[in-house]
């Protein structure tokens, strides 16, 4: 609604600059900042009337939602590389949800500025100053964000614990955000840190072809139990297509598959019996190792696994 004595061509201006604020906001999941607001000619009596009339409101306090509803998720990442400053980023893990990972959420958003440059505080928002911040780091395009492998690695290092970190890099990869190789050559720029040899291995797994959390620790536990080293990830061929064995012992023909959430799911029912019964007629024995299993029965499922083995012929210190 135009304002009292307000002209025709003071109008026009105003509600250019309302579009051009509108347009701003909608790639940033509805969220704009203060210093984005007077770039647009949005005077500071113009905003303090908005947020008296509750048409916007105010996320933290470098950030503006030009709604009433709920933020969005991009919309909050947004705000809390608005709260850093133009040179923060987000980092780690919620840089990487902002690249695109799934099924993993964090109660902070993490952000990066570089060393010397001044922090605010902000519910919900952690932000960090770090020495391990060069512009090669950075995404190219979209939200201000570490480039995946980058955010991987610090994902890790960061991560609460580390079987955390473990998940982190295996989601990292197994979701196409970036390939292992990339991961190696970040965490090879690591030079102190107490996780770093962990996730090295962990990188190391992933390059020999893990794909899941699950068989990284089933590797390990194999290791731990000096059983022979499996075959993991072996490609095979039938009548309706090809599929992927996650690790077997070929010189014994026993297998083991490990049922991850994944495997629950209806549309993999089918799928899954028709590759266990292609194994089978292959005169394999198939064991299935529930991820539960790994995590709350380790011993007794290695026993089984133990027992196939020695049934088929493997002397048990092959692996010593």
């Known amino acids: 609604m135009p304002k009292k004595g307000e002209s025709p061509r003071s109008r026009d ?9 509108r347009d701003i906001a909608d790639r940033q999941g509805g969220v704009v900042s203060r210093d984005q607001l007077r770039t647009a000619g949005i005077t500071p009596d113009e905003l303090e009337s908005h947020l008296r009339g509750h048409r916007w409101c105010p996320v933290h306090s470098q950030s503006i939602a030009v709604h009433t509803g709920p933020w969005p998720d991009a919309g909050r990442l947004w705000a809390a590389v608005f709260e850093a400053g133009d040179r923060g980023c987000l980092d780690g893990a919620s840089a990487l949800i902002a690249g695109g990972l799934e099924h993993y959420t964090e109660d902070v958003i993490r952000v990066s500025v570089p060393r010397g440059v001044l922090t605010r505080h902000a519910v919900g928002v952690e932000i960090r100053q770090t020495r391990r911040l060069e512009p090669d780091d950075l995404a190219p395009s979209g939200i201000p964000r570490t480039r995946p492998e980058v955010a991987g690695v610090r994902a890790g290092l960061w991560a609460r614990s580390d079987k955390q970190a473990t998940l982190l890099l295996t989601m990292t990869a197994q979701q196409g955000l970036t390939t292992a190789d990339r991961l190696g050559a970040q965490v090879m720029r690591v030079k102190r840190d107490r996780r770093r040899i962990i996730l090295t291995g962990v990188i190391a797994d992933l390059v020999g072809g893990v794909r899941s959390l699950g068989e990284h620790e089933f590797a390990r536990m194999c290791r731990l139990r000096r059983l022979p080293e499996p075959t993991r990830q072996a490609l095979r061929r039938g009548p309706r297509g090809q599929w992927y064995l996650d690790v077997c012992w070929e010189p014994w023909g026993v ?66």
């Open 255 to 320: 297998v083991v598959e490990i049922d991850g959430i994944h495997h629950e799911w209806a549309a993999n029912v089918v799928a899954d019996a028709l590759r266990h019964n292609a194994i089978a007629l292959d005169r394999a024995v198939v064991l299935r190792l529930p991820l539960l299993g790994l995590r709350l029965a380790p011993d007794e499922f290695f026993a089984q696994i133990t027992a196939a083995l020695v049934a088929r012929g493997c002397p048990l210190d092959v692996a010593s």
């Open 13 to 21: 201006v105003r509600q250019a600059r309302l579009h051009m604020v």
